[in-house]
């Protein structure tokens, strides 16, 4: 299981702590770093990376910390700013988010394909509940991402888990708090 918390390697580390304690369960730690130009997960990392530098810089980064870059949901309707073809400057594409509406995958789906960019699914979990909702099945996500040796599954997040997370969003703004605590 890959952990990435917005713009912290602190949720991946504590995971890989605990999942020390199960046999056959690994967490590999990152982050999904916000770059100037969108979100970019840094896979594979123990050590925090700057935010708002140029998507270039933070792939550097990604790569001097010893991890993989794949562009986060480069699409995205919700998320702004979204990477749109900048994805195509890092070692992978997320071309399935459990949280995406299907026409914003679908255009990642198609630039990741036509210019033979490895791809990458996530379920872009906020809560326990839809952790898991989509993925990567591989041996070892740092090598094989990037070689394309990865098989994606998963399905959308509900309609109902969305409302509830949109609600959880603008309920934390309120009251100016972490939606996760």
Partial sequence: MIITDHDNVAGG????????????FK????????SRSGHILAIGIENNVPTGLTVEETVERIHDLGGIAVASHPFSSRVRPSLGEECLKTDGVEVFNATNPGHSNSRALTLAQARGRPRTAGSDAHWARTVGNAGIDCDNPLEDISRGRVSLFGGYTSSWDMRVFNFRQLASALANRPLWK
Avoid: C, F, S
């Avoid at 967490?27 to 916000?34: D, M």
């Fill in 13 to 24: 580390l504590a995971g890989r702590k605990v999942a020390r304690g199960y046999e056959d």
């Fill in 27 to 34: 967490v590999i730690p990152g982050a999904e770093v916000t």
